[in-house]
C-alpha cells in the first residue's frame, strides 16, 4: 500500500475487555516496530518484528499484551483485560530493513479505556 | 538503553521568526538521530535525520539540524517560520551497539511549537 494503515483509528473499551489493533505495513518491509504514546509523552516502544519472528519484546508492559505477525506482513497487537492505564495512541512503523533505513509511521489507533 | 532530553516541552514563536528546538540524548557511543513532526491526530513524520558526514542536516520544509557529538546534542532550527509549523516534534535516537535491536527509536518527550500571526 501507499503508506502504513492502522485499524481501527479509534477504539473505547470498558475495562476489562480484550482489544485487538492492526496494523498494515508498506509491503515489503522487513521491519514492524509498535509504540506506546501515552497523552503528553513520546512514543515508546513496544515490540519488533523482522518478518514473523519477533526479536525483541522488551517493552511490553505486562503479559496482557501480545504481538503477532504470522506471515510476515500484517501485525496484530493484543491487549487482555484492558486497564485504564493502558488508554494511550498505539503506533506502528515499518521499515524496509534495519537500522538506518527510514521507519514510516501509521497513524496510529487512539485506544481508550473507561 | 538510550535517554532523550528535549527541554521544551512549548516553544511559541511570532510567524517569520528564527527557533531552535533542542535535543540532547544520554550516549556518546555510535548512534543515529532523527527528528520527527507529528500533525494533529496524525502520525510521525520525518523531517530529518543524522547517520554520518556532515553534521549538518538539511531536512524537509526548510527545517535543519547540527550533530553535536561532544555535546551530545542535536538541535533542531528554522530560519523563518510559518503558521502551518504549529505541531509537535520529537527527537529520535537509534544506536547500532551489539545487543540493541537496530532501528529501535527512543523517543523524547516531545516539544510543542506554536507559531502565532
Known amino acids: 500500500g501507499a503508506g502504513v494503515s492502522q485499524s481501527p483509528r479509534y477504539k473505547v473499551a470498558k475495562r476489562g475487555q480484550d482489544v485487538a489493533l492492526r496494523c498494515d505495513p508498506i509491503?515489503?518491509?522487513?521491519?514492524l516496530f509498535w509504540y506506546q504514546q501515552a497523552l503528553g509523552q513520546g512514543p515508546e516502544f513496544l515490540t519488533y518484528?523482522?518478518?514473523?519472528?519477533?526479536?525483541?519484546k522488551s517493552g511490553l508492559p505486562s503479559d496482557r499484551f501480545f504481538a503477532e505477525r504470522p506471515e510476515g506482513s500484517v501485525s496484530t497487537l493484543k491487549i487482555q483485560r484492558t486497564q485504564q492505564e493502558d488508554s494511550a495512541v498505539y503506533l506502528c512503523?515499518?521499515?524496509?530493513?534495519?537500522?538506518?533505513?527510514?521507519?514510516?509511521f501509521g497513524q496510529g489507533t487512539r485506544l481508550t479505556v473507561v | 538503553a538510550q535517554s532523550v532530553t528535549q527541554l521544551d516541552s512549548q516553544v511559541p514563536v511570532f510567524e517569520e521568526a528564527p527557533v531552535e528546538l533542542r535535543c540532547n540524548y544520554s550516549?556518546?557511543?555510535?548512534?543515529?538521530l532523527f527528528w520527527y513532526v507529528q500533525y494533529p491526530n496524525q502520525g510521525l513524520q520525518l523531517l530529518l535525520k543524522?547517520?554520518?558526514?556532515?553534521?549538518l542536516v538539511k531536512g524537509i520544509n526548510g527545517f535543519e539540524a547540527e550533530f553535536n557529538k561532544s555535546q551530545t546534542s542535536f538541535h533542531l532550527r528554522k530560519p523563518s517560520v510559518h503558521i502551518s509549523d504549529t505541531a509537535e516534534y520529537f527527537c529520535?535516537?537509534?544506536?547500532?551497539?551489539?545487543?540493541?535491536?537496530?532501528?529501535?527509536?527512543?523517543f523524547g518527550r516531545g516539544t510543542q511549537l506554536t507559531v502565532w500571526p
Open positions: 543524522y547517520l554520518s558526514g556532515s553534521t
Open positions: 509491503s515489503g518491509h522487513v521491519s
Open positions: 529520535a535516537v537509534s544506536d547500532f551497539n551489539r545487543g540493541s535491536t537496530l532501528g529501535r527509536l527512543y
Open positions: 512503523a515499518s521499515s524496509l530493513g534495519q537500522g538506518n533505513t527510514e521507519a514510516f
Open positions: 518484528f523482522q518478518n514473523e519472528a519477533q526479536l525483541d
Open positions: 550516549s556518546s557511543v555510535s548512534v543515529y
